[in-house]
C-alpha cells in the first residue's frame, strides 16, 4: 500500500501539480462556488482552530482564515511539496497573516492537532486508504470537533469532467492503475459520490451525526471553447484516460477534440464555457 501512496503523491507533486497550476484560474474560482456555500451553511466561528486537508493551492484556507479572525489558526496539510510551498507563497502574498501549511500524507502522518474544525474542498477523495485518512483526521479533532467535506456527487449530475471522459472512452483506450508504471491520482474524484459507502466509512472512523447536504452550480470550464477543451483533456477521469494512454492518447488527440468539441459547445455563453456540477457538503462529528 505505502507503495502505491508513493504513485499518487508523485503524481499531485509533479504532472497533477503542473497541470492544476496551469488551469488555476479556472479551478479555484470554479471550485470556490461550492466551497463558498459549504462555508456558508457550516460555520467556522471567530478564533477556532482549522485544519484544511488536501488544500492544494490554499486558497479555501486563506477563506475560512478570515472567518476565524486573528485570534484563530488555518493549517493546510497537502501531501504534495509543491502544493505546499504555492500556498505558503500565496498567502505571504495577500499578507494573511494566520494561515500556514505543511506537507503530510493525511492516511499516516501526524497532523499537528488538535482542531476544532476540519475542512476539505475535494481533498479527501484521492485517498488510497480512506478509512485510514478519515480516523487520522478525526483523531487530530477535539472531541465535539466537525468535519466538513466538500465531495463531488455521482457522474452524471457533474457532466464537466463526465461527458468528457465518456466521449475520450470511446477513443482512447484505458490503461487501468494497475497496469502501468506511471504516476497516478489515486481513485479519482467520484470515490466519495455514495453516501451509505461514504456514511460507512465514517461510522467506522468514529464519527457520529454525519449528514449530506447536495448542492448544484453551473461552474466556468473554460473563457471560451478551446480553452474547455484543454481543460477537459488536461484534468479529471478524460485526462488521466488520455496521459496513462502515453503514446497512443497522444496520436489520437485530433479526434478527441473533435469530440469534445462537439460535447462541449452546447455549454459556451458569451461569457464563457459553463457546465452543471453537483457535490455533497458532509459534515461529521468526532464525539
Ligand atoms: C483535487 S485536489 C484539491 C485541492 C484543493 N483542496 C482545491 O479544492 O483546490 C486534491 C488535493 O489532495 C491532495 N492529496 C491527495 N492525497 C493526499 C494525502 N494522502 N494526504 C494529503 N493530501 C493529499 C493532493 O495533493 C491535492 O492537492
Known amino acids: 500500500m505505502a507503495g502505491e501512496n508513493d504513485a499518487v503523491i508523485a503524481a ?35 478564533a477556532a482552530r482549522v485544519l484544511d486537508v488536501g488544500c492544494g493551492f490554499g486558497d479555501s484556507a486563506q477563506r475560512i482564515a478570515g472567518y476565524v479572525g486573528p485570534r484563530g489558526a488555518v493549517v493546510g496539510v497537502d501531501c504534495a511539496g509543491n502544493f ?61 470537533g466537525r468535519l466538513t467535506m466538500v465531495v463531488w456527487r455521482r457522474r452524471e449530475d457533474n457532466p464537466w469532467l463526465h461527458d468528457a471522459e465518456v466521449r475520450v472512452r470511446e477513443i482512447v483506450p484505458v490503461v ?9 491520482c489515486g481513485p479519482g474524484p467520484f470515490s466519495m459520490a455514495g453516501p451509505d459507502m461514504v456514511s460507512s466509512l465514517l461510522c467506522s472512523a468514529g464519527y457520529d451525526r454525519i449528514a449530506f447536504e447536495r448542492y448544484d452550480a453551473d461552474i466556468c470550464i473554460g473563457r471560451d471553447l478551446a480553452e474547455a477543451i484543454e481543460f477537459a483533456m488536461a484534468l479529471g477521469p ?50
Open 12 to 46: 499531485w507533486n509533479t504532472v497533477l501539480f503542473d497541470k492544476f497550476h496551469r488551469f488555476k484560474h479556472l479551478l479555484t474560482e470554479g471550485l470556490a462556488a461550492h466551497s463558498d456555500e459549504a462555508l456558508a451553511r457550516h460555520v467556522h466561528p471567530e
Open 84 to 144: 505546499v510551498e504555492a500556498a505558503t507563497q500565496d498567502a505571504l502574498r495577500a499578507g494573511i497573516g494566520n494561515v500556514s501549511f505543511f506537507e503530510a500524507d493525511v492516511q499516516t502522518d501526524d497532523l499537528r492537532g488538535p482542531y476544532d474544525f476540519a475542512f476539505s474542498r475535494f481533498g479527501t477523495m484521492f485517498f488510497t486508504m480512506p478509512g485510514a485518512a478519515l480516523r487520522n483526521i478525526r483523531n487530530a479533532l477535539e472531541p465535539g
Open 176 to 184: 487501468s492503475h494497475e497496469d502501468t508504471d506511471q504516476v497516478h
Open 238 to 287: 478524460a485526462g488521466e484516460i488520455i496521459r496513462l494512454a502515453g503514446e497512443e492518447g497522444e496520436r489520437r488527440k485530433p479526434e478527441v477534440v473533435a469530440a469534445l468539441r462537439e460535447t462541449l459547445a452546447p455549454h459556451a455563453r458569451e461569457d464563457g464555457v459553463w457546465a452543471p456540477s453537483s457535490t455533497w457538503f458532509v459534515t461529521a462529528r468526532n464525539p
